[in-house]
Every structure is written in structure tokens, then in C-alpha cells.
């Protein structure tokens, strides 16, 4: 009896996809409890729970008395543990990328078009903060 043969391309895809994943979750959680259990944070847990159903832009103005842009307001504040969380965030949303490169390297030439496709929408969407003024609205 014959095992089942999956694409070396797919296990490529599905490895990286489920080892970024346990980091994200990792570094996501971790600082997360930390900042719910101290408090000590960029924003305190007192003001983020008081705003929480405000739009993005709202929100940042009644914390910090800040416009955010791009995503600098949680780089230069990762010795803050939930800003330090947000690393674990970004890491779960450059998953899906960083395993289309994965299975890049071990796929035929029509899947890498298909995928190189799907790859420069991730980066696209990525990018697009740094350059376009977005909001929560």
C-alpha cells in the first residue's frame, strides 16, 4: 500500500505557514498578558478599554493625543509590552507571504507565476500604509 504523495511545493507552504504561525501566536499572547496584567504600557489598559469602540484615528487622539501613520507608533515603542505584542501580530500577517515564498522555491514554473501574482498583493497591501494616509473608518 502506497502513502499519500503531497507536492513538496504544498509541504513547503503548510511548514512555514504552521512554524510562523506558533511564533506569532508566541509573541503575541505572551506580551499581550503581560500588558493586561501590569498595565504597564504604551496605552494603559484603563484608556484602551474606554476607547475601544472608537475608530483608529479616535482612538489614538483620546489616548496619546496622536495621529498615527504608517507603523511607526509601535516600533519606536516595542520596550512597551503591547506594542511589543504587535510583533507577534505582524509576524502572523507576513505568514501567508513568507510561505508563498516557501513554496516559491519549490514549485514549477506555472505555479511561481500564479504565486509571484499573489505575492505582490501581500507586499502591496503591506506597503500601502507607509504611502496612503489610512484610516479606521
Known sequence: MKGVE?????TAFAKTMEILTYVGLVLMIVPGLI???TGIGYVNTADAVA????????????????????????????????????????ILAITPLASIVAA???????YKIILLIA????IVAIVRP????VTGH
Open 6 to 10: 503531497v507536492d513538496p511545493m504544498n
Open 35 to 37: 500588558y493586561f496584567v
Open 51 to 90: 476607547n475601544w469602540g472608537k475608530s483608529a484615528n479616535e482612538f489614538w487622539k483620546a489616548t496619546k493625543g496622536i495621529e498615527i501613520h504608517g507603523y511607526s507608533w509601535f516600533l519606536n515603542n516595542l520596550s512597551y509590552f503591547d506594542c511589543l505584542s504587535i510583533v507577534g501580530v505582524v
Open 104 to 110: 516559491m522555491v519549490k514549485a514549477d514554473t506555472k
Open 119 to 122: 505575492m505582490i498583493e501581500f
Open 130 to 133: 507607509l504611502f496612503m494616509h
